[in-house]
């Protein structure tokens, strides 16, 4: 869950009741703390910060910190110590051990695999499906991992100790241990490592071990056996892409194709909608546009891998819905997940791009992505997808002394969180935080001539971090990203330009509605004249903007702002941060 950064939403002080609740659920959760043991977690005076995030995945995540230090996270209601707890209470959850060549493949994002599983002379903890537990290291009881077991302790021996054992959430030296003082665990020996090694000795590894750890980790690499015979039987029976199978399974194709042109026409769309879906996964969806919204994922996606000559319309297959379908894809075959990251909105989340039957799916030769009609008639226009808009900054010529030490030079570009982290880090490499009030940083040399006016040089000593910050992003060249679907990403200078909306008065009694800026989102400013001229039934005009190259100026007949706003917000789901002059649209009044 934290093997790559998490997006912080906010980072405020716990108040005094949610403080009571959180040692009241920490107490339900953790039967083992003592009184005292939840009084030293949650104290009552001192400073507990409440984290709330979303995981790379969209997940949101409640990040509970104390001294600096995440201690216990939460995820779907459910608590969970972090590392940095586990160090101090090595019992509180039921531990699995394994070998240390794993820790990398769990850092990694990872889970621990049965194989990989260290059976002690005692047996292993007593679980139940989706109970918390940890992950420690051969000869130290320090875990190193907190997750959640796939399975029973009953059906790992079923199983024959093979398959998923522990679903990984958080690991030592992951994105959430790298939130606080990086410290590494401390060195706890077991009880096993103690009778078999003597004076403190590490016990040596046979070779039959060794070759248990390399199973261990090449089952990390292997594809991950997530659908069941069942569910590949469905796949084979809606699939119209031929597969390359054995010889002697020619005929069994044969029939294959008699049957598919025995069915009716909902079979036919589940069949096409089935397909367009596992094409549009492996051949047009990145992992870097998750979350990604639902309707984008049809309209952008899936429209364009419908064979040529046919159409895809989803109310005439058996699932109706695209959320329907699209559960189905989860529940049944666990191939994608999706979830409502806002109120009525669901998003694509997740995708299993290891699953056998994404894997082995391969491109109908008949698709033609140009020739693709579009629905709801809006043929010829190009499928469009928002960019992703991030702020940057760029290192200025009088910053660059402050940014040497993490190689970067004049005109490197930084987001705002790694500029935070540069400066954090300098000021602790130089040993500057005022030693008699930590919310300060002493001034140096360097801090001098790169943050303060002339005017402030002799009486500027200290600074508070706040300030720190805001003055370091305040003398950059701020600029922002622009990243389109598989294209490279785009930076300039500057604020990004919005897409501007005005009402201009034309004669006595005549309003136009004029638009610019479209380009910046890429958008045809052509193509969008064209649809608002069918929309509201009015004449639209381009013309050149004065003074711009390459930009032009749509106009449209009448006071258009509530059209314009619908087609831009929900057609094109452009944000509302990036249009300006919707508040000018008419405001609707009972008639006298």
Same mark, same amino acid.
């Given at each position: 869950?934290?093997?790559?950064?998490?997006?912080?939403?906010?980072?405020?002080?716990?108040?005094?009741?949610?403080?009571?609740?959180?040692?009241?659920?920490?107490?339900?959760?953790?039967?083992?703390?003592?009184?005292?043991?939840?009084?030293?977690?949650?104290?009552?005076?001192?400073?507990?910060?409440?984290?709330?995030?979303?995981?790379?995945?969209?997940?949101?995540?409640?990040?509970?910190?104390?001294?600096?230090?995440?201690?216990?996270? /939460?995820?779907?209601?459910?608590?969970?110590?972090?590392?940095?707890?586990?160090?101090?209470?090595?019992?509180?959850?039921?531990?699995?051990?394994?070998?240390?060549?794993?820790?990398?493949?769990?850092?990694?994002?990872?889970?621990?695999?049965?194989?990989?599983?260290?059976?002690?002379?005692?047996?292993?903890?007593?679980?139940?499906?989706?109970?918390?537990?940890?992950?420690?290291?051969?000869?130290?009881?320090?875990?190193?991992?907190?997750?959640?077991?796939?399975?029973?302790?009953?059906?790992?021996?079923?199983?024959?100790?093979?398959?998923?054992?522990?679903?990984?959430?958080?690991?030592? !030296?992951?994105?959430?241990?790298?939130?606080?003082?990086?410290?590494?665990?401390?060195?706890?020996?077991?009880? /096993?490592?103690?009778?078999?090694?003597?004076?403190?000795?590490?016990?040596?590894?046979?070779?039959? /071990?060794?070759?248990?750890?390399?199973?261990?980790?090449?089952?990390?690499?292997?594809?991950?056996?997530?659908?069941?015979?069942?569910?590949?039987?469905?796949?084979?029976?809606?699939?119209?892409?031929?597969?390359?199978?054995?010889?002697?399974?020619?005929?069994?194709?044969?029939?294959?194709?008699?049957?598919?042109?025995?069915?009716?026409?909902?079979?036919? !769309?589940?069949?096409?909608?089935?397909?367009?879906?596992?094409?549009?996964?492996?051949?047009?969806?990145?992992?870097?546009?998750?979350?990604?919204?639902?309707?984008?994922?049809?309209?952008?996606?899936?429209?364009?891998?419908?064979?040529?000559?046919?159409?895809?319309?989803?109310?005439?297959?058996?699932?109706?819905?695209?959320?329907?379908?699209?559960?189905? !894809?989860?529940?049944?075959?666990?191939?994608?997940?999706?979830?409502?990251?806002?109120?009525?909105?669901?998003?694509?989340?997740?995708?299993?791009?290891?699953?056998?039957?994404?894997?082995?799916?391969?491109?109908?030769?008949?698709?033609?992505?140009?020739?693709?009609?579009?629905?709801?008639?809006?043929?010829?226009?190009?499928?469009?997808?928002?960019? /992703?808009?991030?702020?940057?900054?760029?290192?200025?010529?009088?910053?660059?002394?402050?940014?040497?030490?993490?190689?970067?030079?004049?005109?490197?570009?930084?987001?705002?969180?790694?500029?935070?982290?540069?400066?954090?880090?300098?000021?602790?490499?130089?040993?500057?935080?005022?030693?008699?009030?930590?919310?300060?940083?002493?001034?140096?040399?360097?801090?001098?001539?790169?943050?303060?006016?002339?005017?402030?040089?002799?009486?500027?000593?200290?600074?508070?971090?706040?300030?720190?910050?805001?003055?370091?992003?305040?003398?950059?060249?701020?600029?922002?990203?622009?990243?389109?679907?598989?294209?490279?990403?785009?930076?300039?200078?500057?604020?990004?330009?919005?897409?501007?909306?005005?009402?201009?008065?034309?004669?006595?009694?005549?309003?136009?509605?004029? !638009?610019?800026?479209?380009?910046?989102?890429?958008?045809?400013?052509?193509?969008?004249?064209?649809?608002?001229?069918?929309?509201?039934?009015?004449?639209?005009?381009?013309?050149?903007?004065?003074?711009?190259?390459?930009?032009?100026?749509?106009?449209?007949?009448?006071?258009?702002?509530?059209?314009?706003?619908?087609?831009?917000?929900?057609?094109?789901?452009?944000?509302?941060?990036?249009?300006?002059?919707?508040?000018?649209?008419?405001?609707?009044?009972?008639?006298?």
């Amino acid at each position: 869950m934290f093997a790559k950064p998490f997006r912080v939403k906010s980072n405020t002080a716990i108040k005094g009741s949610d403080r009571r609740k959180l040692k009241a659920d920490l107490s339900a959760a953790f039967p083992l703390l003592s009184a005292d043991e939840l009084s030293e977690l949650v104290p009552n005076k001192e400073e507990l910060n409440v984290l709330k995030s979303y995981a790379h995945k969209g997940d949101a995540v409640t990040v509970y910190v104390l001294h600096k230090n995440p201690v216990f996270f /939460e995820v779907d209601k459910k608590l969970f110590p972090t590392v940095y707890v586990l160090w101090r209470y090595p019992a509180l959850l039921p531990a699995f051990k394994t070998w240390p060549p794993v820790l990398q493949k769990l850092t990694g994002g990872a889970d621990l695999m049965l194989p990989g599983v260290v059976v002690p002379s005692c047996g292993l903890p007593d679980v139940k499906q989706g109970d918390s537990c940890a992950v420690t290291l051969v000869n130290n009881r320090a875990p190193v991992a907190v997750g959640t077991a796939a399975v029973s302790t009953e059906q790992m021996h079923c199983l024959g100790m093979k398959g998923r054992g522990v679903c990984i959430l958080h690991t030592y !030296m992951d994105y959430l241990w790298a939130f606080g003082d990086k410290s590494g665990p401390p060195s706890l020996p077991d009880a /096993e490592s103690e009778a078999h090694g003597e004076n403190g000795e590490e016990c040596e590894i046979s070779d039959k /071990e060794e070759e248990e750890v390399d199973k261990c980790v090449e089952e990390q690499h292997s594809p991950e056996e997530t659908v069941t015979d069942q569910a590949q039987s469905c796949f084979e029976e809606l699939s119209l892409v031929e597969q390359d199978e054995e010889k002697g399974e020619k005929n069994n194709e044969k029939e294959e194709e008699t049957q598919d042109e025995q069915k009716t026409p909902q079979e036919v !769309m589940d069949a096409m909608l089935l397909q367009c879906f596992l094409h549009a996964l492996k051949s047009k969806v990145k992992k870097s546009e998750l979350p990604l919204l639902t309707s984008t994922f049809l309209r952008n996606h899936m429209f364009s891998c419908c064979p040529s000559g046919k159409q895809l319309d989803i109310k005439k297959s058996s699932y109706k819905k695209l959320s329907k379908f699209l559960q189905t !894809m989860e529940q049944r075959y666990n191939i994608v997940r999706v979830k409502e990251l806002t109120k009525g909105v669901e998003s694509i989340v997740e995708v299993d791009w290891k699953n056998p039957e994404l894997r082995s799916f391969s491109f109908p030769e008949d698709t033609d992505v140009e020739s693709t009609p579009l629905p709801d008639g809006e043929e010829g226009e190009i499928p469009y997808h928002p960019p /992703e808009i991030t702020t940057l900054y760029s290192v200025s010529a009088r910053l660059e002394p402050l940014f040497l030490n993490a190689n970067k030079r004049k005109g490197a570009t930084l987001h705002p969180a790694e500029v935070r982290s540069i400066v954090t880090e300098y000021v602790k490499d130089n040993e500057l935080v005022d030693e008699n009030n930590k919310n300060y940083v002493t001034i140096n040399p360097t801090l001098c001539d790169c943050l303060l006016e002339k005017s402030e040089y002799q009486e500027v000593v200290s600074l508070k971090w706040d300030d720190l910050f805001s003055r370091t992003l305040g003398r950059m060249q701020e600029c922002y990203q622009a990243v389109f679907p598989g294209q490279p990403p785009i930076v300039k200078k500057g604020h990004i330009e919005p897409i501007d909306i005005t009402v201009a008065s034309r004669g006595s009694n005549k309003k136009v509605t004029l !638009m610019k800026n479209l380009e910046v989102y890429g958008l045809d400013p052509a193509v969008v004249a064209s649809v608002l001229q069918h929309r509201v039934q009015a004449s639209s005009v381009l013309q050149p903007v004065p003074g711009a190259k390459d930009k032009v100026l749509v106009q449209i007949q009448g006071n258009q702002i509530q059209q314009v706003g619908k087609l831009l917000l929900d057609h094109y789901q452009i944000p509302r941060k990036y249009i300006q002059g919707l508040e000018k649209a008419p405001k609707g009044g009972k008639k006298k």
